[in-house]
């Protein structure tokens, strides 16, 4: 890793290829998704525990920043925090001084200023926790919890630890991300995480006005018809509608997009019989998932919930090993320059 590597990675890896920051997938091999995958791998079972603890991040604090609202998110990087055994500090945007028109970096100026460790960030604007990245002092760890429609690595990584669960390995997997792919920051990280992973084949299915423009370069094929785009399938993604960002008109109406893409018994029935259906949640019953698919036997909707949990305890004692490590560099950077 050089300085002038124009990749991401030159903010997210040490010189010595370790975890700093968790920013995006983008530049990550497959070495490292699958030590993070191993990794949680190893926390699931202090989940498991009657006292869920490990000691890795005592005496860490960690700033929980979501200026976007979140259930799912929040939550687990809290409970992975604390069963870091972190300080946790959750900042509640709504009733902080950022309502008062303080800037984002006067707000991480002041909680440097109280020694956080580590910023777990969510935010509408695409790039913001790299922003943060590039600005914060050095050992503090920037954590991605989702930035616009760019990214959203730790959902796209306990996604990959809940097919690696139940399909043992992405060689030879068949997946489809179905919906909303063109707002979806969710979709865009599934993608290069399974590509990067060795899925055979990534296929989103969308109406064309819920996609981006050349899809196809960010490593996927593309089908209209759901019907055609179900078959031969391992798993199956369904998106949430984001009408939050939808800007126009881009669906005749929520009926007829349930009508075409929402999935229910018949259109899973086309799918392989053992195929695992997916929702990174927040799920709109009826808009694009049927209830009982979504409570059905091939739902693994909550097992992602709870794998959530153990991907983040990994990404954050990595970020934060490789934090200690590039300070022990530092420092002995500094003595040899004195010697
Ligand atoms: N999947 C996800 O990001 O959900 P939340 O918005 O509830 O965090």
Do not use: W
């Not at 030879?172 to 993608?191: C, M």
């Not at 086309?270 to 808009?287: E, F, S």
């Amino acid at each position: 890793m050089t300085e002038t590597d124009p990749s991401p990675n030159h903010l997210q890896l040490t010189r010595g290829g370790q975890l700093r920051h968790f920013l995006t997938l983008d530049g990550l091999s497959r070495p490292l998704l699958t030590d993070i995958l191993d990794t949680a791998d190893s926390f699931i079972e202090v989940g498991a525990r009657s006292i869920k603890k490990v000691p890795l991040l005592r005496g860490r604090t960690v700033a929980n920043l979501f200026f976007e609202s979140s259930t799912r998110t929040r939550s687990t990087f809290e409970l992975a925090a604390k069963r870091l055994s972190a300080d946790v500090l959750n900042l509640d945007i709504s009733t902080s001084a950022t309502s008062k028109g303080e800037s984002l970096s006067d707000t991480l100026l002041n909680l440097e200023a109280m020694a956080s460790d580590m910023f777990v960030v969510r935010h509408s604007q695409s790039g913001a926790p790299h922003f943060i990245a590039e600005s914060v002092t050095p050992g503090v760890a920037i954590i991605n919890a989702g930035d616009g429609r760019h990214a959203h690595p730790t959902q796209a990584m306990l996604d990959m630890l809940t097919i690696r669960q139940h399909k043992k390995q992405f060689e030879g997997l068949k997946v489809a991300i179905v919906g909303d792919v063109l707002h979806s920051r969710v979709a865009r990280s599934q993608i290069r995480a399974l590509n990067e992973l060795g899925a055979e084949e990534v296929r989103v299915i969308a109406p064309g006005t819920l996609l981006p423009r050349d899809v196809e370069e960010l490593g996927c094929t593309v089908e209209y018809d759901m019907a055609r785009g179900m078959k031969d399938l391992d798993v199956v993604i369904m998106l949430r509608l984001q009408k939050e960002r939808m800007e126009g008109a881009l669906l005749p109406s929520e009926r007829e997009f349930y009508r075409l893409y929402g999935l229910n018994q018949e259109k899973l029935a086309l799918a392989k019989p053992d195929c695992i259906v997916m929702h990174p949640g927040p799920i709109n019953r009826g808009v694009e998932i049927e209830s009982a698919v979504a409570d059905g036997r091939q739902s693994v909707i909550l097992n992602q919930v709870t794998n959530g949990i153990a991907v983040r305890m990994a990404v954050m004692s990595m970020a934060m090993s490789g934090q200690m490590a590039e300070r022990q560099q530092r420092q002995l950077e500094q003595q040899e320059g004195r010697a």
